[in-house]
């Protein structure tokens, strides 16, 4: 319903002005996207794959610690590495007051700086934040070729460098590539990173057009802007291996033996893999951190409780009607056995590759109409005006969660149903049980532990998500996401700081589970 409402919005809009966008905003909107998009993508893919080979490939000082850290940027939303890098670099940041003190200067114009608040700052922002997912696909992908594959290339001649590019990269590279494309789609998504640095992208227009403007016909053509490239990347990435073909041989592989790299050698792959984890994880943690303890008085601001309390609300019901969704639709298809809901079941994932924002134009409208049909059919009953049932309360931003986030749900629903050995349901419905009563006694007590790292993934997504509750939410109605933002857009790093700490901390909850599958799958 929002993707097809983003594109009658489009096509029928109240008042035209495609015209007006094609000769002014869109092609710039459309170039920083396109060259943020680009950058962010091949820089995550490069520390991603990077850090991934040398983790795999050599053992180094800390490198089996290091292992495990290289996650940790995946707890911290990119938009509070914004706000962190900006408090650390800025004029009045300590680095720049650290250099005027030791040199001697006394104004900007003494020295230059880089600007941090630009096109590349993002980049580096972004991609910092988001080369985890990279990360994690190479370093499996690397881990799971079988040894004998680098022995014969070392037999011919191949060096350190040599097998990177000649054996590691050409097996690797359909999940480096998938993992790119998540990382350039999430950037296509991101409103935090390219609001707070000033950088107009196909995002932010929306935001410019609807709000500012007032025209929500203008702000879902920008959404079908972002909706083809959105697609324009995920054919790409299946066109670039459509000739390609990677197998595992039959036979069982040996694990690669890492190589111990010692003197500066290892020294150089150590700085290689904590560069990373320092610019994703420890800057913003320690910077948000600092403004925390430096002023412990605005954890007792006004607005922050409710915005807790906000934040668990829709984030709970959103995972939980989520998961529940996602139980009756995989149950039901794997009951049917037919085609049709096999078809059906993929396109409900859809709303994973469309913006938040994409998503907040899709529902607001059609939803609002509803509420206003409502509004009037109970004032005609009873005499009384209810108000805006849905788009007056937080139900928007919980359909909204639910529609973008049904993907992780399902997915980790159908693999744990995968789990279950068929014998055991059918023994139950030999026995008298009835679908419902297999799902309740058979499935769900063996599937509990999977069914709640669902229920937490697709939370901690909920609390991080800013576009759509930005765009959604009523009037005075704040979350931890959106209070940072809110906060951080005022210059105002100190109160920013505990919705912020919040986020990570939840965060951080979904990386420990992140690592202890990833542990989990390398004893088995």
């Known amino acids: 319903m929002p993707i097809v409402a983003v594109l009658v919005l489009a096509f029928h809009p109240t008042e035209n002005i495609w015209p007006h966008l094609l000769s002014t905003t869109l092609p710039r909107y459309a170039a920083n996207t396109a060259i943020l998009t680009v950058a962010t993508g091949a820089l995550a893919a490069a520390v991603g794959a990077g850090a991934a080979w040398l983790v795999t490939m050599y053992r180094f000082p800390f490198s089996r610690l290091l292992e495990w850290l290289l996650l940790l940027p995946l707890a911290i939303p990119a938009y509070i590495g914004a706000y962190a890098l900006v408090d650390s670099l800025d004029y009045s940041g300590p680095v720049q007051v650290a250099l005027r003190d030791t040199m001697g200067w006394t104004s900007a114009r003494d020295y230059w700086f880089p600007a941090v608040r630009s096109r590349t700052g993002a980049v580096i922002v972004l991609a910092a934040a988001m080369y985890p997912y990279v990360y994690m696909l190479a370093r499996a992908a690397f881990r799971e070729t079988s040894a004998a594959s680098y022995e014969v290339a070392r037999a011919l001649g191949a060096g350190p460098v040599g097998l990177f590019w000649r054996v590691g990269m050409p097996l690797a590279r359909p999940a480096i590539a998938a993992g790119a494309a998540i990382v350039m789609m999430e950037t296509v998504n991101d409103f935090g990173v390219v609001d707070f640095f000033a950088v107009q992208t196909l995002t932010t227009g929306i935001f410019t057009v609807w709000l500012e403007t007032g025209n929500a016909g203008g702000a879902a053509q920008i959404a079908c802007v972002i909706l083809a490239v959105i697609l324009a990347l995920v054919a790409l990435e299946k066109v670039s291996r459509r000739n390609s073909r990677y197998y595992q041989s039959a036979r069982q592989s040996r694990p690669v033996t890492k190589i111990a790299l010692t003197g500066w050698a290892g020294r150089v792959a150590m700085l290689l893999c904590v560069l990373p ?34 934040t668990l609300t829709v984030g709970g019901a959103a995972a939980l009607l989520t998961v529940t969704g996602a139980l009756f639709m995989v149950y039901g298809v794997r009951l049917t056995g037919r085609r049709l809901p096999k078809l059906v079941l993929p396109v409900t994932t859809i709303g994973y590759a469309a913006p938040g924002a994409v998503l907040a134009v899709g529902i607001l409208i059609p939803v609002a109409a509803f509420d206003h049909r409502v509004a009037d059919a109970v ?3 009873t005499g009384r005006d209810p108000g805006l049932i849905l788009t007056g309360s937080a139900a928007a931003i919980v359909f909204a969660y639910t529609v973008r986030f049904f993907a992780i749900a399902q997915g980790a ?76 857009s005022l210059e105002n790093i100190a109160e920013a700081a505990p919705p912020a700490l919040l986020v990570i901390a939840v965060g951080l909850v979904a990386v420990g589970l992140l690592a202890r599958a990833n542990l989990r799958a390398r004893t088995r």
């Open 277 to 310: 984890v320092a610019m994703g994880f420890v800057l913003p943690l320690g910077v948000i951190l600092g403004h925390a303890f430096d002023s412990p008085d605005t954890w007792l601001g006004a607005g922050l409780g409710r915005a807790f309390l906000n």
């Open 379 to 381: 004032l005609w009953l």
């Open 413 to 488: 629903t159908d693999a744990a149903f995968g789990r279950v050995s068929p014998s055991l349901p059918m023994a139950a419905r030999s026995l008298g049980r009835t679908a419902g009563g297999a799902l309740r006694e058979v499935y769900l007590p063996l599937m509990k532990g999977s069914v709640g790292t669902a229920l937490l993934l697709v939370f901690v997504d909920c609390v991080k998500e800013l576009p759509a509750t930005l765009l959604l939410r009523p009037f005075n109605y704040d979350t931890l996401a959106t209070r940072a933002h809110e906060k951080a």
